[in-house]
Nanobody, 119 residues
Framework: QVQVVESGGGLVQPGGSLRLGCAAS????????MGWYRQAPQAAEKEREL??????????NYADSVRGRLTISRDNAKNTVSLQMNSLKPEDTAIYYC??????????WGQGTQVTVSS
């Protein structure tokens, strides 16, 4: 059974930084893709937007709204993925979910971690 556990998050002032972590376990295979999605406060239930993802080959994809401010990285040996968030804005406030994909067929989600950017 694959488990996905997030860490980090919290309250930060505009312009500040946070680092999110995610550890996936329960698979004998390397996760094809790992990454982060978020759900804004005003979004409909389960309406999540892609923030940043990274493949096991190191290819990354970022939302236009975060490119240049957020950086995703992963450790394939440990099945972990991190999201370094700099220059945070109030519109980055959301619940951030870690997502891992196995073999491009199976997707697993973490429980989510709250990020609030406010003065």
């Amino acid at each position: 059974q694959v488990q996905v556990v997030e860490s980090g998050g919290g309250l930060v002032q505009p312009g500040g930084s946070l680092r999110l972590g995610c550890a996936a376990s329960g698979s004998n295979f390397e996760f094809t893709r790992m990454g982060w999605y978020r759900q804004a406060p005003q979004a409909a239930e389960k309406e999540r937007e892609l923030v940043a993802v990274i493949t096991n080959g190191g290819t990354t994809n970022y939302a236009d709204s975060v490119r240049g401010r957020l950086t995703i990285s992963r450790d394939n040996a440990k099945n972990t993925v991190s999201l370094q968030m700099n220059s945070l804005k109030p519109e980055d406030t959301a619940i951030y979910y870690c997502n891992v994909v196995l073999g491009w067929s199976y997707a697993y989600w973490g429980q989510g971690t709250q990020v609030t950017v406010s003065s």
